[in-house]
């Protein structure tokens, strides 16, 4: 029985011990791209940039801000309003699933807020703090270009409930 637990043991450490020796320089990166936000019905199109580091294959965080650039209408008790993003900002943990050289997948996890100007009788703006999640892929078409795909749910702490965002941006590595 000790010698199948030190087999096991040196097992789990020859399995760790790669994982734990990659390079953890970071490698920088920005995007640049268009978002479509579902927020409890309300579709909004957003201009939005990240910017983030990657540390050795499997793990990285990002920061995002978004802009909007489409709005809609929504009609409340008979009373037509229009309204924007304003802005949406987060910051994310990134885990990455590399598939081959120039092709990952990932997931994220973070916080965020979002403001929305609602105009109208009673207008005004909102705003609400999210925890957000999602998933995605990117591919890399030369070293350093590329583009990706996400898919990102926002569960607001406030009266906004959630908002599911999908977006396609330009990739860079600096």
């Known amino acids: 029985m ?8 040196l097992a789990t450490l020859a399995i760790a011990a790669p994982a734990m020796a990659q390079d953890m320089t970071p490698t920088g990166y920005g995007t640049i791209g ?14 939005e940039g990240r ?3 990657r ?4 793990l990285g965080v990002e920061g995002e801000l978004g802009g909007g650039v489409k709005g809609d209408t929504v009609n409340i008790l008979g009373t037509n309003y229009d309204a924007d993003l304003t802005y949406s ?9 590399p598939v081959n050289p120039n092709f990952d997948l990932f997931a994220r996890v973070g916080y965020g807020k979002s403001e929305l100007d609602v105009s109208g009788p009673f207008g005004g703006k909102d705003s609400a ?6 998933v995605g892929g ?3 078409f030369t070293d350093k270009d590329g583009i ?12 906004l409930g959630k908002a599911d965002v999908v977006s396609v941006s330009y990739v860079r590595k600096f």
């Open 148 to 159: 990706r795909a996400d898919y990102t749910r926002h569960d607001f702490d406030d009266n």
């Open 2 to 9: 000790k010698s199948l637990m030190i087999a096991a043991s």
């Open 89 to 97: 900002v987060a910051g994310y943990g990134v885990g990455y699933l």
């Open 51 to 53: 910017i983030g580091a």
């Open 129 to 134: 703090n999210s925890w957000n999640y999602g």
């Open 34 to 47: 268009y978002a479509h936000g579902d927020y409890e019905g309300l579709d909004v199109g957003v201009i």
């Open 55 to 58: 540390f050795g294959q499997y």
């Open 138 to 140: 990117q591919y890399f």
